[in-house]
């Protein structure tokens, strides 16, 4: 039975490859017989046979040594650097590469029986048998889904945008005296300083802020202005609470002296000598009232 859609041409020089296994073989023959932009990745694969990430990333570097794949990184018109998978029937197919050396040849193709009518009446002219049909261009290379990568966290804009604290640059630019790895670009110290600056207005020291950016930074940092903007944008702490009302001051005055009554002679306090509120004012005094 010919098949006329839903099927895939592969070429015998990978079907009957000497050196390939038969692992690698059957990895190039599913992605061959998949659509373009379908994804090809180490993970796509594992999840899709039984065999493990090893033995499919082994199948994989034995099919790109021997030109039947080829990965390329490529810049989009975004500017983002992604990776394509690019699959072939042949080897050498590579731009660059040296052409793969031929393998065992191909069987020769049986020719179809001729059907020899039996003799009649009549001869009759023997049918030449019907063309085969073309085969169909092979499947297109299949691309590699590269996944999209995280945004990068937001970073607090100051309350006003347009004014940055004057030491929000000056500490980014200084970070690398604290570690070599972050040697920042203008670019990333203009995009960082407003998160920086967010810090610095609710009240937090210079010197606090680098620590906070600078401990226990990872060993491998692909980009290190993006794990700066991660900590500025989710370590920065809040607002500070406005001071508590100090305790009431009272009058320290000091007490006034103890005198003595001149009509009792009893003891109390008064700035000068005199009597108590008890005892009546004396007649000089009362006079001179």
């Known amino acids: 039975m010919r098949l006329a859609r839903h ?10 490859h000497g050196r390939l296994s038969a692992t690698a073989i059957g990895v190039a023959v599913h992605i061959q017989s998949l659509p ?22 082994t199948a994989l570097r034995e099919l790109e040594k021997h030109g039947f794949l080829e990965r390329r990184r490529e810049r989009l018109a975004t500017g983002r650097v992604v990776t394509r998978t690019y699959s072939y029937n042949m080897p050498g197919a590579t731009p660059g590469g040296p052409p793969e050396p031929p393998g065992p040849p191909d069987r020769a193709p ?14 009759q002219e023997v049918s030449a048998p019907a063309p085969a049909p073309v085969p169909a261009p092979a499947a297109a ?20 945008e ?38 610095l207005e609710r009240g937090i020291a210079p010197e606090m802020v680098a620590r906070a950016l600078c401990a226990g930074l990872p060993e491998q940092m692909r980009r290190p202005a993006s794990v700066l903007a991660y900590r500025l944008a989710e370590l920065i702490p809040p607002h500070l609470p406005p001071a508590p009302p100090g305790p009431e001051v009272r009058d320290m005055r000091p007490p006034d002296p103890l005198q003595n009554c001149g009509g009792c ?17 004396a007649e000089g005094g009362a006079a001179a009232a």
């Open 162 to 199: 347009q004014r940055l604290h004057p030491g929000a640059v000056d500490l980014l630019a200084g970070l690398r005296r604290r570690d070599p790895r972050l040697l920042l670009g203008e670019r990333d110290v203009r995009w960082l300083a407003p998160g920086v600056s967010a810090w």
């Open 265 to 281: 002679d009893r003891a109390f306090r008064a700035p000068k000598p005199g009597r108590c509120r008890d005892c009546p004012p």
């Open 110 to 123: 049986v020719p179809e029986p001729v059907v020899v009518p039996e003799p009649g009446p009549q001869p």
């Open 141 to 160: 290379p299949a691309q590699e889904a590269v996944p999209a990568p995280a945004p990068a966290p937001e970073i607090p804009a100051p309350p006003e």
């Open 7 to 16: 099927y895939t041409v592969v070429a015998n020089h990978l079907a009957q």
């Open 36 to 57: 373009e932009g379908a994804p090809v990745s180490v993970k796509a694969l594992a999840a899709r046979f039984p065999e493990g990430e090893i033995r499919i990333a």
